[in-house]
């Protein structure tokens, strides 16, 4: 499966932003998919996942209540709606995908996509 992550840019803090991950292949709801985000000087972090039927989702602690995680497999994307943005979430965001039982450790995801730039302003 190939992914693309987009919808990144520039927003104010207190704002939101959605981004999306677009995949191609046949057997893209046989999928989890995660995001995840790496910061200038920093590690990569986990911070939300899905199952391939979208009935479970899981976060980070410090993105529960703000991010919600979705799917459309129909259109073979999962979305990630950021709300109440901080300083703080300025980085670059990724998309992944794998099969088997979820994770959120990076090594865990088999494939990965170009991540999109999130900036949030003061």
């Known amino acids: 499966v190939q992914l693309q992550a987009c919808g990144g840019g520039l927003v104010q803090a207190g704002g939101s932003l959605r981004v999306s991950c677009a995949a191609s292949?046949?057997?893209?709801?046989?999928?989890?998919v995660g995001w995840f985000r790496q910061a200038p000087g920093k590690d990569r972090e986990f911070v939300a996942a899905i199952s391939w039927s979208g009935s479970v989702t899981y976060y980070a602690d410090s993105m529960k209540g703000r991010f919600t995680i979705s799917r459309d497999n129909a259109k073979k994307t999962v979305y990630l709606q950021m709300n109440s943005l901080k300083v703080e979430d300025t980085a670059v965001y990724s998309c992944?995908?794998?099969?088997?039982?979820?994770?959120?450790?990076?090594?865990?995801?088999?494939?990965w996509g170009q991540g999109t730039l999130v900036t949030v302003s003061s």
């Open positions: 992944a995908a794998k099969q088997g039982l979820r994770a959120t450790t990076p090594s865990s995801y088999d494939y």
């Open positions: 292949g046949r057997t893209f709801d046989s999928y989890h």
